[in-house]
């Protein structure tokens, strides 16, 4: 399993613990260690430990997968600035429940999809973007 960790602590960051623990339910794939978030937080995340800022990222020696669950575009570009390691990946995260069809269906990386999506055809996600509902 790969060691991941997420980026952001707020409530979509704990939406994304939730879409792991389900990918992970139906195919065991990630070791979730906790949260990074530049707002400090004294005490566990939804059962995850707080592991420091965004820029602690850069100390890791292993490597390590990322989801980062922010939104806000502008926040999002900052925080990826900040990110310099080479052992830092970013998966893409699909919900088990997620359709995707097979004709000309292009994903980039750093993706998060959630449960109920439905990628039909000639569709192509760069980096970063979240399908979620409303």
């Given at each position: ?67 980062l669950?922010?939104a ?5 570009k ?33 993706n ?7 990628l ?15």
């Open positions: 399993m790969k060691d991941i960790a997420i980026i952001g602590a707020g409530g979509f960051g704990r939406e994304v613990k939730m879409l792991i623990d389900q990918i992970n339910a139906v195919v065991p794939t990630y070791r979730l260690i906790g949260f990074f978030d530049d707002k400090f937080y004294d005490k566990p995340i939804n059962g995850l430990p707080y592991l420091g800022s965004v820029s602690d990222i850069n100390n890791t020696e292993n490597e390590l997968a990322i989801a669950a922010i806000d575009p502008a926040t999002k900052k925080v990826l600035e900040k990110i310099i390691s080479k052992l830092v990946s970013f998966p893409n995260l699909v919900h088990p429940t997620v359709v995707i069809g097979t004709d000309s269906v292009n994903l980039g990386r750093g998060i999809i959630c449960a109920a999506t439905i039909t055809v000639n569709i192509s996600l760069h980096n970063f973007i979240i399908l979620n509902l409303a």
